[in-house]
């Protein structure tokens, strides 16, 4: 990967701490204006996102490390490490959502300027739409897990806090406080979810997960309309390790061909691989043709 585009993801990710701490900031003081425990609750999840922003910087800078003796393949699956903490966090404070809302319940709490606070919080609402609709897609373009899981759990965090707001106008006009600690409830179940979300798709990557079949389908039709002169390609393999993607297969040829003839095919193959996807890497097993299965993908 390009050094630019290391240092670019490291600058989101260092961004992406101070848009957390300033959306805490934000929803704390709606949370002192209005004593609400549904505010609360958005608050603490805000707190979420500040630890899993830290966790994701320290992954987008390891995972940029070059390959080296110890790790071959490079350090790109340190990024499912920083989902997998975020996921957990995301489940922590759900938990402790839950406690605060179950009190809220047994004790029912009067809101004081409601509407002022929810106003407050509704700024702290957009800049997380803002800034998580940025990062999942900067996560996409640089095939970074850990920043694409930051923008999805921020965009979590936009979708309960609309139902919060949404609960306090309704609290605020009927005069029925049990509203509020229901709505905490919600947020906890809410981002609950999207925990369970982060840490199944994380763990998937750390189990070598194939690309996905539209993908592959690429690859295929990248393969068969690359080796001419080739008699078929079999035992194709794919897998993801964060922002990398690995690709193997057999190439069988005709027993005749030299094998400086046979190596301009598997350039050929390598070159239109790399140019279609980032960070790819392909290893290619060169066959006599008397190894062919009449099986997988076809020369065209």
């Known amino acids: 990967m390009p050094e630019n585009s290391a240092n670019l993801a490291k600058r989101i990710a260092a961004m992406s701490i101070g848009v957390a701490v300033a959306v805490l900031a934000i929803k704390y003081v709606a949370y002192e204006l209005t004593g609400s425990v549904a505010l609360f609750s958005d608050a603490l999840e805000s707190i979420v996102n ?9 992954a987008v800078t390891v995972s940029y490390k070059p390959a080296d003796s110890d790790h071959p393949f490079g350090h790109t699956k340190a990024e499912y490490f920083s989902a997998v903490v975020e996921g957990v966090l995301i489940v922590v404070a759900a938990l402790l959502i839950l406690k605060e809302a179950w009190d809220a319940f047994l004790v029912p709490r009067t809101l004081e300027t409601p509407l002022l606070g929810i106003a407050v919080n509704g700024i702290a609402t957009v800049i997380n739409f803002a800034w998580g609709w940025f990062l999942i897609r900067r996560g996409r373009t640089h095939r970074s897990p850990a920043l694409a899981a930051d923008g999805r759990h921020m965009m979590a965090d936009v979708v309960t806090s609309v139902g919060v707001l949404i609960g306090l106008v ?15 409830a919600l947020v906890a179940l809410n981002i609950l979810r999207e925990g369970y979300k982060v840490v199944t798709s994380s763990l998937s990557g750390l189990m070598d997960q194939a ?10 039709d990248l393969i068969s309309s690359n080796a001419d002169g080739a008699i078929e390609v079999h035992d194709l393999k794919t897998r993801l390790a964060g922002r990398a993607m690995f690709i193997e297969f057999h190439l069988v040829v005709p027993g005749e061909m030299s094998v400086g003839a046979a190596h301009d095919i598997c350039d050929r193959i390598e070159d239109a691989l790399q ?3 980032v960070g790819v890497r392909v290893s290619i ?16």
């Open 50 to 58: 500040v630890v899993a922003g830290a966790v994701a910087l320290w």
């Open 211 to 220: 690309i996905d079949s539209q993908e592959e389908a690429q690859v295929r």
């Open 275 to 277: 140019e279609a996807f």
């Open 285 to 300: 097993h060169v066959e006599p043709e008397g190894e062919a299965k009449q099986t997988g993908v076809p020369v065209l």
């Open 170 to 184: 309704v609290a605020t006009w009927t005069g029925w406080e049990v509203l509020d600690p229901a709505m905490a």
